[in-house]
């Protein structure tokens, strides 16, 4: 089935070491986006993108970033950590002129220790 | 800008009754609506979405949401609550051009009680 995959599901990082999680698609869409959602929170958009052009939200922290090598894989880097950054973070894809219709992948849950 | 409001964090049902989750939005122009279901530990899933065709749309698991314009209105129901609905429920908005970025309302955590 195609789908969206995240890697790993479950993180434990260290306080200020740099961590990367992953995402993959098979549904061949355009539009990649990373959410956060820290516990009991909606999601919140960290950024985005339309084909290899990156989007970055006003408020992303610059500890927050993104590859996107292919269409088919895209990665969150977390520079430096902090406990504050302990979240679940959503990996989700859609087409662009589409239903705007957003496909989520089962999420990595970060803790930071 | 869009936005979002889900009235009620938490709403607590009893199994069989009807269960209405509410959701107000607030667009310039006509957005793309959706309620999405997130059970813990797990990514978000999509249960129905309004995209400017029929305003009664129905979805997976017996939920269905009615747009109402005239009340910038997406309420969630379902006729019959059964524990596996038990679940955190998220409406979205998103614009009809662009990237289409969702933005989300709070969530409501929806309880079933035996």
């Known amino acids: 089935d195609a789908m969206v995959i995240q890697n790993p599901r479950y993180q434990v990082t260290q306080f200020g070491k740099p961590v990367t999680l992953s995402c993959s698609q098979t549904?061949?869409?355009?539009?990649m986006y990373w959410y956060q959602q820290k516990s009991s929170q909606a999601p919140k958009l960290l950024f985005h993108?339309?084909?290899?052009?990156?989007?970055n939200e006003a408020d992303t922290p610059d500890n927050f970033q993104s590859r996107r090598p292919n269409t088919s894989f895209c990665f969150l880097d977390i520079r430096s950590p902090g406990l504050g950054d302990a979240a679940m973070y959503l990996c989700?894809?859609?087409?662009?002129?589409?239903?705007?219709?957003?496909?989520f992948g089962q999420g990595t849950r970060l803790t930071v220790v | 800008a869009q936005s979002v409001t889900q009235l009620g964090s938490h709403v607590s049902v009893s199994e069989g009754a009807l269960v209405l989750l509410r959701c107000n939005y607030s667009?310039?122009?006509?957005?793309?609506l959706f309620w999405y279901v997130q059970y813990p530990n797990q990514g978000l899933q999509l249960l129905l979405k309004?995209?400017?065709?029929?305003?009664l749309v129905k979805g997976i698991n017996g939920f269905e949401a009615e747009f109402k314009k005239s009340e910038t209105s997406f309420h969630l129901t379902k006729p019959s609550a059964h524990m596996s609905d038990a679940a955190e429920y998220f409406c979205?908005?998103?614009?009809?051009?662009?990237?289409?970025?969702?933005?989300f309302g709070q969530g409501t955590r929806l309880t079933i009680n035996p």
């Open positions: 989700a894809t859609s087409i662009i002129r589409g239903s705007g219709e957003a496909f």
């Open positions: 549904l061949n869409h355009n539009v």
């Open positions: 993108y339309y084909d290899k052009d990156f989007n």
């Open positions: 667009s310039s122009v006509p957005p793309y």
């Open positions: 309004y995209t400017s065709a029929a305003t």
């Open positions: 979205a908005v998103s614009d009809i051009q662009g990237a289409q970025k969702l933005v």
